[in-house]
């Protein structure tokens, strides 16, 4: 088996204590797994690409937004097995200009030195990428493909998010937290948890579909859904959730652990600012030990800043993060 997909072990480090409360939050690093291919998108990718070469493709074929970090994740997971990788990515008028595309957003720049080749596409025509047309116009092009839905999300990758949680971490923990955009990586939480563990899965969408996905992997019914209604919606943000950041950063920057706990803005810090308020306001009881999973995507940091800085907010800064 490719080393990529060797049992990797995530750490689990402290990220805030009330100690008046009797309340530890831990974070699971699994952004660590690897540099390129981050957090839960490792997880879901792995029994999707043993499956694609166990069938004898060479080629995935996948879905994304420009920043997605599951097309980043792709790209450098297939440069590493030596399968060719095709990112279908939303927008169109990203395509019109494809250099000028690319010097501006470091994922898709990335994915492409990775080796993926991108098929831009209207809004429209992405709504349709699951149908039988477009799959048989994909084929025209990019010949036979592995096809891998969007956010990566499948049978095979919720067993793949099953392996997260350490034998540690289901006898040492009450409450497990995660951030979900398709709901895989809580399906396979939620799978793998202990009967005395609760999980909440923190949406980093609004609306309220979050539930009825995860349920699709799962038939455990002991775990809760909180929606983003608080910063207005996917990937929205204000100056008080990046201060929140910065300021968490520079605190988890201490002599054992030099390089900090970075988050990112879409998923992992909404969450663990959602957990503090529950915390706070009693909603989490006291004498809780929760850990809360670090599912990645760092790479995203820097288009997300890019757009912060349009709009001359608050950017998030890690100075000593490398
Ligand atoms: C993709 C992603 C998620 C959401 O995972 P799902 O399995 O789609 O719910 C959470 N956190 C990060 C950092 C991600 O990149």
Redesign the pocket.
Known sequence: MNELFLPQKAVNQNFKNFEDLGVFIDIKREDLLHKEVS???LR?LKYNLIEAQKQGHDTILTYGGAFS??IAATAAAGKLLGLKTVGVIRGEELGKNQEHTLSNNSTLQLAQKNGMQFHFVSREAYRQKESKDFFNKMKAVFGSFYHIPE?G?NALAVKGTEEILSEFDKENYDLICV????????AGIINSASKHQKVIVFSALKGDFMKAEIEKYTSHKDFEVVNEDVFGGYAKSDDGLISYMNTRFRESVTQINPQGIPL?PI??AKMLYGIEHKVKTGVIKGKTRILAIH???LQSIAGFNNVLEKKRRLKISYENYV
């Open positions: 957090g839960n998108k879901k970090n599951h956010g999300t951030a979900a955009g398709t709901g895989g990586t809580a990112e998923y992992t599912t990645g995507g």
